[in-house]
């Protein structure tokens, strides 16, 4: 039963590079999102319905239950992928991701959401632009270059259409997430400038998951203590009621 790692905005595979680097286990599938370091499929609109339906048909492929991991945007496509075919999945760990109808989106987001705006934002959101920013929340100074380096015009056209799907996400997949029975994790920063430590709180009582903070870390835990994410993944795939 491989994991299967989701990555977030503006994020590809190499999000969780650290983190399998640091896991006993190489059973490890973690794809990239459509369009983001690679082409979408023909016909494919990248909203947030698409971006589920992509995920669970990938997650079926495998043809074994999965311990799915999701981080930022990967967290919440996580959380709908489990309430809609629990099936597919024999664990399942997020953070930094609320499917919340408290959650009020932040600034940048919001400005992603808003037509015009959101195209100039991404005009200013150049690699060295990115590379100087990021370190604000967390992300390493190298770490940083090297993400940015992967935004191309293709990933910013998705993020403003998968943004602009989510207006309401909250109010949309909350009942379903707050039925699901599948063992979680929820894994989260606890100085996360984009969300509220309560939220993760919220989460993990909605769920009855297992909740640890990672301390004194921004959003980007993947990068930021990858470590301490590999050991607490571990510690929880490897608890005596898994089956």
Not at 36 to 46: D, E, I, N, Q
Not at 148 to 165: G, N
């Amino acid at each position: 039963m491989p994991a299967f790692l989701v990555h977030g905005v503006p994020d590809t595979h190499h999000l969780w590079d650290k983190v399998r680097a640091r896991l006993a286990r190489r059973d490890v599938l973690a794809p990239n999102l459509p369009g983001f370091g690679v082409p979408t499929p023909t016909g494919f609109r990248p909203v947030k319905e698409a971006y589920v339906d992509w995920l669970i048909d990938e997650i079926a492929r495998v043809g074994e239950p999965v311990d799915l991991v999701g981080h930022d945007w990967g967290a919440l496509l996580v959380q709908r992928v489990v309430s809609l075919r629990p099936d597919l999945i024999r664990t399942w760990a997020c953070g930094d991701g609320p499917v919340d109808r408290e959650y009020v989106w932040h600034d940048l987001a919001q400005q992603w959401q808003t037509p015009d705006v959101g195209e100039a934002v991404m005009a200013g959101m150049t690699t060295e632009a990115l590379a100087d920013g990021l370190p604000g929340a967390g992300v390493p100074a190298d770490d940083a270059r090297a993400l940015a380096s992967r935004v191309d015009e293709r990933m910013k056209a998705c993020i403003l259409s998968l943004y602009r799907s989510a207006v309401s996400v909250g109010e949309e997949w909350e009942d379903g997430v707050a039925a699901i029975t599948r063992p979680a994790l929820i894994l989260w920063s606890r100085d996360d400038p984009y969300v509220a430590p309560r939220f993760a709180e919220r989460l993990a009582a909605r769920v009855r998951g297992q909740l640890v903070f990672l301390e004194g870390c921004g959003h980007w835990w993947p990068l930021e203590r990858p470590a301490e994410a590999a050991a607490a993944l571990e510690r929880f795939w490897s608890a005596p009621d898994r089956s």
